[in-house]
């Protein structure tokens, strides 16, 4: 990538845009360039001086010299289609079930990762409650209880013990 050092530069670069409206009035606000807002009687007036805004916020920024944000990586266009190598073993048994199902290989190969991918998120969402929940836990100290070490440094993992008086 070639260097960026002039206003031009930046400017050329595709930086994210959020357009509102509020009361017959359009606001913008450039999500990478912190404070970077305007606002226009039409999307067209309010987005032309935006493009002033940024012009602006980048010259100053580069005066001061302060680092000027890069635009957030744009999405890539998923086609939905991947090429997949597998064991013939693995492709035996697979394209069996799936006829067994009387579905598609294809299917059934969407129907195993979709259900496989919507486990492991529901495991770390319990995960973390389960942590977060222990974490709360440990921090209140009922009446009978008391830290065995009093100050704690370390990570989230090495919190102190709470042990019950004798």
Not at 14 to 30: A, H, L, N, P
Not at 114 to 130: G, L, P
Not at 132 to 142: D, M
Request: proline content about 5%; hydrophobic content about 30%; overall charge negative.
């Amino acid at each position: 990538m070639e260097r960026i050092t002039t206003v031009d530069d930046y400017l050329s670069l595709k930086y994210s845009i959020k357009f509102t409206e509020e009361d017959g009035v359009f606001y913008t606000e450039v999500v990478e360039l912190p404070g970077c807002w305007s606002e226009g009687k039409t999307p067209d007036e309010a987005y032309h001086n935006t493009k002033e805004s940024m012009k602006l916020w980048i010259e100053t920024a580069l005066e001061r010299g302060i680092e000027v944000p890069l635009p957030q990586e744009e999405e890539k266009d998923y086609s939905g289609k991947i090429v997949l190598r597998m064991p013939k073993t693995l492709h035996k048994n697979l394209s069996e079930k799936a006829d067994k199902e009387n579905v598609s290989l294809n299917h059934y190969l969407v129907y195993l990762l979709s259900s496989n991918f919507s486990i492991v998120n529901a495991q770390k969402t319990v995960d973390k409650s389960i942590i977060e929940k222990t974490y709360q836990f440990t921090l209140q100290k009922p009446a009978t209880w008391e830290p065995k070490q009093q100050s704690f440094t370390g990570s989230f993992n090495e919190q102190p013990a709470l042990y019950c008086k004798e």
